[in-house]
């Protein structure tokens, strides 16, 4: 079972994203405040969950959630400030807009910039540890994959509403076939060169 939150006497909202590895499509975050009598035995990273559990999970934390808010950036902004700004500016107006300004942000992961004056901690694999980032990690996962579910039917050949953007080989088989759509980020490297290794080093 995680802990709920890192500050007990705290208002604290969990935030993560989802995205940040694909080559097309927005980033993705959330930003959760549960109560305080939460808990879910079920609750833990969305990476480790099946998809028809993190949906069923996606309508507890909806309906349960003290208030909570998710925002896309998109592939314009990823491709002029970077992705990793990208992401943390979608977890700022993430937190800009929840109902109740948090007292404290617990982050998923390594890095973030202060947002405004309140207090923050990163947590390397908080989505694990703490059920307000899982909650976070949920909401921002479950959103972005409808998401690219509905890109995938403007653009069916690369096999969006499976692979979500990410780069398998049947996604990087579609852009050299039919080449990148509006929603490719063109800052990313879409097919990169095949590494050549020298045969005498082997």
């Not at 700004?85 to 977890?91: C, E, K, T, Y």
């Amino acid at each position: 079972m995680l802990k709920l939150k890192i500050n007990d006497h705290l208002l604290e909202c969990g935030t993560d994203e989802a995205g940040r590895g694909c080559l097309a499509g927005p980033v993705t975050a959330a930003a959760v405040i549960l109560p305080d009598d939460f808990s879910h035995p079920y609750l833990t990273d969305s990476k480790q969950l099946t998809e028809a559990k993190r949906l069923a999970l996606r309508e507890i934390i909806l309906s349960e959630a003290v208030c909570y808010s998710i925002q896309h950036v998109m592939m314009d902004e990823i491709d002029n400030i970077n992705i990793l700004n990208a992401s943390i500016l979608a977890m700022h107006r993430c937190i800009e807009d929840l109902s109740y300004p948090p007292q404290f942000i617990a982050i998923d992961g390594n890095r973030f910039k202060p947002f405004k004056k309140t207090p923050f901690e990163c947590v390397i694999k908080g989505d694990g540890k703490y059920l307000h980032i899982a909650a976070a990690s949920i909401l921002a996962k479950t959103e972005r994959d409808a998401y690219m579910k509905n890109l995938h039917l403007e653009f069916p050949e690369y096999g969006w509403d499976s692979n979500k953007g990410y780069p398998t080989k049947t996604h990087r088989a579609a852009i050299r076939e039919f080449g990148p759509t509006p929603y490719h980020r063109k800052s990313f490297r879409l097919l990169p060169e095949q590494l050549k290794i020298p045969l005498e080093n082997c």
